[in-house]
């Protein structure tokens, strides 16, 4: 498949107009007590537009070293992205919650680690487990080539 085929291949769920929220982390497998989570918790979801999402990884991401570059969890086998999708903005706090809760629950499973560009303003906890056992390297490089800071619209590393 083109990547760009690949690429949007989910773009009719995401139309403007339709309101989104996901919380994100790696998993290293699915654990039966993992799927009794996610089977419970989608009885209880507020939109028909709705889904969890398992993005499988491994594989060549997996064969490159995790000093390689700035990704490092590089042992997840799975991304697990509860998403909703909804429309009419009352009911925000139900569609809100229902992930949170999804991700909660499943948070004893997850590696800990999360994909960068998965990432909304979730606060420096959760960009250092994007960046795992490169965070600190990364400030090095951050400090040494940015030390103002200049690139920070992004999910930012701070400059030591």
């Known amino acids: 498949m083109p990547y760009v085929d690949l690429q949007a291949s989910a773009d009719d769920l995401f139309l403007p107009g339709r309101r989104f929220y996901w919380k994100t982390h790696f998993l290293h497998r699915l654990d039966d007590g993992l799927i009794d989570v996610l089977l419970d918790r989608f009885e209880h979801v507020p939109s028909p537009q ?25 042992d ?16 925000d706090a ?3 919650t229902w992930v949170r809760d ?10 800990g680690g999360v994909y960068v560009n998965n990432l909304g303003d979730e606060g420096d906890e959760r960009v250092q487990d994007a960046y795992g056992a490169n965070f600190r390297r990364l400030i090095e490089v951050k400090t040494k080539y940015d030390p103002d800071n200049v690139f920070r619209m992004n999910q930012n590393i701070r400059p030591a």
Do not use: C, K, Y
């Not at 997840?76 to 009911?91: F, G, K, Q, R, Y």
């Open 102 to 111: 999804i991700w909660q629950a499943s948070r004893r499973f997850s590696t």
């Open 50 to 74: 709705s889904l969890i999402a398992m993005q499988p990884l491994g594989g060549a991401i997996a064969r490159v070293p995790v000093g390689a570059t700035a990704f490092a969890n590089r």
């Open 76 to 91: 997840a086998m799975i991304d697990l992205i509860p998403t909703s999708i909804w429309e009419d903005h009352a009911t």
């Open 94 to 96: 139900a569609n809100i």
